[in-house]
């Protein structure tokens, strides 16, 4: 290899420029030590499959925002029922029909009464006062001591007494202790901010509560129920994806792994019970299975916790769980056994067998591990076809049964006065929109995250 | 061609066999007789059963069944209208042509708007108009039939009276409207997102590089070689769209009051009017199962890779 | 090579893709230059930028690819400079393009027929049908269809993968184009094949006088059909000759090395193959020196640091090695 300076480079570049240049030192003709040609590669840091899904997720905008949002669905749904005093069941007499944050005479009394000071003063005591007050689970500290007015229905006509003269001055009642003669005199209260000369100091340990979403006709509070029935629906949804992701999985995996006659006949099922009309099963399935459901929860509730844990879901919800295991876990079936026809080709599982692997095991160890992508995605995406599924049969009258709530039938209650009380309808479905949204949304982020064919 | 379709239309008749013997099976096996009222005397009990052909071995019943239904018998309505044969009721009463115009009105909509919808978000993708539309069909695909069909009603009839609350038998057109919307929104929006995706994915594909290659328009590339590539998976949609406008109609027509037979099979489920169930099950998953048959036999026009495999087969 | 007879002048061609890890510079200033009737290869290993050079000729870099930097004149005029409408008319016209997967490559809903006529009628709109057709036929039979006639009404799927190579053939040629780009249009065929479609294309570069850029990681194709190779390692040309010199006379330490890997039927010995260690620099960050250096067993510490400039080493032979200038800049370095 000779080489003149004559000869170098057609793009004209003469030697004392290239000197100048690239600033050429003295060793720079020797040869690099491994160390330095080392050091010029800069390795990227490797990461995990579920870090790089994991950092593609998060760099999704829409679906993390999503997640944020299901995971406030779920604080709703679960957290938000202990955080308020009512519960799905309680019916408040005195507070139906009421519209969003408005209050029923007795707690626009008592917040009325909270307005200025956690406290208030009372001199005196009046029975209707006290109805009032009476009604809507509320404490009051006096004398060192905490007084309850129970929610419970007798409470509702008792009267809260403050004896002159009694060592304990206020005192609950019912209303038939007054008229039995147990207490002849009580003197009527007098409610003020400030204290008067021998005023007694009230306090109030908690506050009214608003009807965020008001009540229904049975003076039920809708958010309580609305809570109530999120939960429920979003335990349905994962409890059907659940189902559907064991047998889908299990039957796609066998199916694909086994291959032959039995994938041949298993998939032959497969195409069968996918062109069936599968709601109208379902909605088959809902008549058909509820009474003898019910002789079951009926003969086996005292034997077995699980039977008892079925009976307190009732047939409707069983029935729908069911349906998912009958009908709906062909798609899943389908993807996965997609998935081990293809990782079956792989070399990996050639391996294995040739080591002597069983089946079981390379289910297990290798085909399970690598399917976990769209595993994940399609029971995620399952979720909310599942709560679809039940609110809609729960419209129809045929899912959960009363006094179980779900968004589908908080929805179908509604609609009997929708043109009175639209928003009956509105919170519910506005709840059950966002779960169903969110989960679409977070499918749809998981998707993209663990799929390896957007990868770029 | 041929025998593929012939082929498919045997299967089809299977099918709609099999989901008859399930039905009948299901509905034996429901404990009890269908004329256990609290009333009857085990004398009428068995008098109404030997009448109905219900004191027979169930293998006989079942032939019976299948060979009546063959003959176009679908039995008689036990508690709904007593005593009317299901035929009359299902065909007669005009339940099922409206049933089947609400129905196909909602698929037209959802195919007419859904994919143009679906073409001009892939199109313009990125823009604030591929933007708007992901928010709309995002939702749509999240909104429950029941609740937009609730909601509609609430604004367009209660508060603003633009259409009538009750659309009864759809007499005039003002009254399709809210039913149709409903009925196809879920639809068009998973079309329109459907068709988007497929869209995208075949402007990626090598064909349209080599489209490009050869100076194609973009036009062209989008109407002409991505466009008939990306129906493929809209038109293999078409079958459980067709399956779930059925379903919706369950409950569109119940909250529209439309009598037609979606509403009636709720109520006969409700009541358990068994012989109306079954043969409304029946009829509806033949409904199903043909428009599946259609949207097979639309595939192989649409994607002559099929036309091969049957060739071969 | 005189200037006027340049078919193609690509100077200082600089493509980056700006993905949200950071841009990546798929090629970073390639020059040369193709006579008219003149083969030219391209060889490298994938991710070397060869592609995506050939895709900014043609005008069909996607996002996020974009050029970046100067300029592809094409008969005397600059491509970037040309809008989007030129392009396309410019497109399958002047310049086609053949790719690697025939089995993609064409549109499965469309028939063959159709697909070749629109080729033609998308740069002319007055051709009739019935022209358009007749062309069509004569181009499948150019390119070696039998029953062309016949051949037309039928489906991409119903052809084998060579044969749909040749109709690829015959729709990039059936405008007549200067200059033919052809993708590793044999990478994905049977060996068989590959050596009737190096054969095919031949034969018909000679009879419509089109210029070739061949892309390719093979060897052994280049050697069947350029005049001229340049070789491309992480997005640069390392070394450009005549095919000959290319083969006989290595001068860039990659080239060798890549002629060493693979074997060769002209040389008796047993002599074994020698693969390339290390993998391909990331183009995320490139090295600050010498592209090859780290994988290089003749790197020197100025190949760590600085890029080289291209050095001739013969007659239309360059080569961009620290290494031709050992002798002379070395000595003198060390005097000084």
Not at chain 1, 440 to 448: E, H, I, M, T
Not at chain 3, 218 to 228: H, P, Q, S, T, Y
Request: proline content about 5%; some cysteine.
């Amino acid at each position: 290899m000779k080489n003149t300076f004559a000869k170098i480079s057609p793009f004209q570049v003469d030697p004392e420029k290239i000197m100048d240049t690239f600033g050429i030192r003295d060793d720079d003709f020797t040869a690099a030590s491994s160390q330095e040609k080392e050091s010029m590669v800069e390795m990227h840091k490797s990461i995990s499959f579920w870090q790089d899904a994991w950092r593609r997720f998060r760099a999704n905008t829409v679906s993390m925002v999503a997640l944020f949002v299901f995971l406030l669905c779920l604080v709703f749904a679960f957290i938000g029922p202990k955080l308020i005093p009512y519960t799905y069941a309680d019916q408040y007499r005195s507070a139906q029909k009421l519209g969003p944050f408005e209050y029923s005479k007795s707690e626009a009394l008592v917040r009325s009464v909270q307005k200025s000071a956690d406290g208030f003063y009372a001199t005196a005591l009046r029975p209707g006062s006290l109805t009032a007050i009476a009604k809507g689970d509320y404490f009051v500290r006096a004398g060192g001591q905490t007084y309850a007015f129970t929610m419970a229905k007798a409470a509702e006509k008792s009267v809260l007494l403050l004896k002159a003269g009694d060592p304990e001055p206020l005192r609950l009642v019912a209303e038939k202790d007054i008229e039995n003669g147990t207490y002849t005199k009580y003197t009527a209260m007098e409610v003020s901010d400030t204290p008067a000369q021998g005023a007694t100091e009230l306090k109030l340990t908690r506050r009214v509560f608003p009807h965020v979403f008001g009540t229904d006709s049975q003076g039920r509070d809708i958010m309580a129920r609305t809570m109530y029935g999120a939960r429920v629906s979003i335990i349905i949804g994962i409890m059907a994806a659940l189902i559907v992701l064991v047998i889908g999985s299990l039957y796609g995996a066998i199916s694909g792994l086994c291959g032959g006659v039995v994938d041949f006949i298993m998939m032959r099922i497969v195409e069968l019970i996918y062109s069936v009309p599968e709601v109208l099963i379902v909605l088959l399935l809902q008549v058909v299975l509820k009474d003898p459901l019910q002789m079951w929860f009926q003969n086996h509730s005292a034997t077995s916790a699980f039977v008892r844990a079925m009976s307190d879901l009732g047939a409707g919800i069983v029935s729908i769980f069911i349906t998912f295991a009958v009908l709906y876990w062909v798609t899943m079936a389908r993807i996965i056994r997609g998935q081990v026809l293809q990782l079956k080709k792989q070399e990996y599982v050639t391996a294995a067998t040739a080591l002597g692997a069983s089946n079981a095991r390379i289910i297990r160890k290798h085909l399970l591990p690598n399917c976990i992508g769209p595993l994940v995605i399609t029971t995620c995406l399952q979720i909310p076809s599942a709560i679809f599924l039940e609110s809609f049969l729960s419209f129809l009258g045929l899912g959960v049964s009363a006094p179980m709530a779900s968004l589908g039938s908080l929805c179908s209650d509604a609609l009997e006065t929708i043109s009175l009380y639209p928003y009956r309808l509105v919170f519910p479905a506005i709840v059950l929109t966002i779960i169903v949204l969110t989960l679409n949304l977070v499918g749809d982020g998981l998707r993209d995250a663990l799929d390896p064919r957007l990868k770029k | 061609m041929g025998t593929y379709i012939l082929k498919r239309i045997v299967g089809s008749v299977l099918i709609l066999l099999l989901i008859m013997v399930v039905t009948f099976l299901l509905m034996n096996a429901i404990p009890g007789s269908p004329f256990l009222t609290e009333k009857s005397t085990p004398e009428q009990i068995a008098m109404a059963e030997a009448k109905y052909g219900l004191d027979k071995p169930l293998h006989i019943q079942l032939l019976n069944y299948i060979k009546n239904y063959l003959k176009g018998d679908l039995g008689t309505s036990l508690k709904m209208q007593e005593g009317t044969p299901v035929k009359n009721i299902i065909f007669h009463q005009g339940k099922f042509v409206l049933s089947i115009k609400l129905g196909l009105f909602a698929l037209l909509l959802a195919v007419c708007l859904g994919i143009p919808l679906g073409c001009l978000a892939a199109y313009y993708r990125g823009s604030w108009l591929d933007g708007v539309l992901r928010v709309v069909t995002t939702i749509g695909v999240a909104i429950p039939t029941f609740v937009l069909a609730a909601l509609l009603l609430v604004v367009f009839s209660v508060k603003l009276k633009w259409v009538p609350t009750l659309s009864g038998s759809l007499t005039d057109t003002k009254s399709y409207i809210l039913p149709v919307i409903s009925l196809s929104s879920y639809y068009t929006c998973y079309i329109a997102k459907l068709m988007r995706t497929s869209m995208l994915d075949a402007i990626n594909q090598d064909y349209i590089r080599t489209a490009r290659a050869k100076g194609v328009k973009t036009s062209g590339l989008i109407l002409k070689h991505a466009l008939r590539n990306s129906l493929i998976p809209v038109v293999t949609y078409l079958g459980p769209v067709t399956a779930g406008i059925i379903t919706g109609s369950f409950v569109v027509e119940s909250t529209f009051s439309v009598p037609g037979l979606g509403k009636y099979f709720v109520q006969c489920v409700m009541s358990r009017d068994y012989p109306v169930i079954m043969a409304t099950t029946v009829v509806l998953s033949a409904l199903v199962i043909f428009a599946m048959l259609v949207v097979d036999i639309a595939y192989k026009i649409v994607d002559p890779r099929i036309t091969l495999t049957t060739k071969e087969e | 090579m005189e200037e006027n007879k340049l078919l193609l002048k690509v100077k200082d061609l600089k493509v980056s893709f700006f993905t949200p890890a950071g841009e990546v510079k798929a090629v970073d200033g390639i020059s040369y230059s193709l006579g008219y009737n003149e083969v030219m290869g391209v060889v490298g290993e994938s991710g070397s930028g060869k592609s995506v050079e050939a895709y900014s000729i043609i005008g069909l870099l996607q996002n996020p690819g974009r050029v970046i930097g100067g300029s592809i004149e094409f008969e005397g005029e600059n491509l970037l400079d040309y809008t989007p409408e030129q392009m396309r008319q410019f497109r399958g016209n002047k310049v086609s393009m053949i790719f690697q997967n025939p089995m993609t490559c064409l549109n499965p809903v469309y028939t063959i027929g159709n697909q070749l006529t629109e080729a033609l009628t998308c740069h002319d709109k007055s051709i009739s049908k019935e022209a358009a057709r007749k062309k069509a036929i004569e181009m499948l039979e150019l390119v070696g269809i039998n029953n062309a006639e016949k051949r037309m009404n039928q489906y991409p799927h119903e052809f084998s993968g060579g044969m749909r190579q040749r109709a690829m053939i015959a729709m990039a040629l059936i405008c007549s184009p200067k200059l033919l780009i052809a993708d590793e249009p044999t990478t994905a065929l049977d060996v068989t094949i590959q050596a009737q479609i190096l054969e095919l294309m031949k034969d018909l570069q000679r009879k419509e006088n089109t210029s070739i850029i061949f892309i390719t990681h093979n060897l052994g194709v280049v050697a069947e059909i350029c005049d001229r190779v340049s070789v491309m390692y992480a997005g640069r040309i390392v070394e450009q000759g005549k095919v000959n010199d290319i083969f006989y006379r290595p001068e860039h330490p990659y080239t060798r090395r890549l002629l060493q890997s693979i074997p060769r039927l002209d040389e008796t010995g047993d002599e074994r193959l020698i693969p390339i260690e290390g993998t391909p620099i990331d183009l995320l960050n490139p090295p600050q020196g010498c592209n090859f250096g780290p994988r290089c067993n003749e790197c020197m510490k100025i190949c760590l640091r600085q890029k080289p400039p291209f050095a001739q080493v013969g007659e239309d032979h360059i080569s961009a090695c620290w290494l031709h200038f050992k002798d002379a800049l070395g000595k003198e370095g060390a005097n000084a």
